[in-house]
């Protein structure tokens, strides 16, 4: 037997569970899920230790989602540049976790291998987030403009 309350009851959670701008935010979940991947393989294989130059893939995604994160919180207010906004946050939050990082080093010892030299390191890090950020809004208007799956979003 069917049960015709079922449908309804399908129809009101996909209602309760629409946020603005939905395609947006599920790309920028994505991308977090991906960089959590990344970084979490990283640390697993302990690949900091055995290939110092894996930081900056993992940079540039941070970066990435960051910026995903960041556009999609940004379009949900009434901001014109919402592009320059969520680069301006990627920057900021660059900062604020080179920042933490250096003040960390002070408190805990890290083995040479994770030493930060913040002038150099962090700058290129720092860089390397922009970066990471600048290819996935890039990619994302991209998008926007030859797919209906982004066209309804206002960015």
Same mark, same amino acid.
């Given at each position: 037997m069917k049960d015709h309350n079922l449908g309804n009851f399908g129809e009101k959670i996909k209602e309760a569970c629409t946020l603005p701008h939905n395609n947006l935010f599920i790309v920028a979940l994505a991308s977090v899920i991906i960089f959590l991947l990344v970084e979490v393989t990283l640390r697993i294989y302990d690949l900091y230790k055995t290939a110092a130059w894996v930081?900056?893939? $993992?940079?540039?995604?941070?970066?990435?989602?960051?910026?995903?994160?960041?556009?999609?919180?940004? $379009?949900l207010s009434g901001a014109r540049h919402k592009k320059i906004t969520a680069m301006f946050f990627v920057l900021l939050a660059g900062l604020f976790w080179e920042l933490t990082e250096t003040l960390q080093e002070m408190i805990v010892y890290n083995p040479p291998y994770l030493k930060d030299y913040f002038l150099w390191d962090g700058f290129f890090d720092i860089i390397t987030n922009l970066i990471g950020a600048t290819v996935a809004l890039l990619i994302i208007y991209s998008i926007k403009h030859k797919n209906s799956f982004l066209r309804g979003t206002n960015l």
């Open positions: 930081d900056i893939p $993992s940079h540039f995604f941070a970066g990435a989602a960051l910026g995903l994160i960041f556009l999609w919180v940004v $379009s």
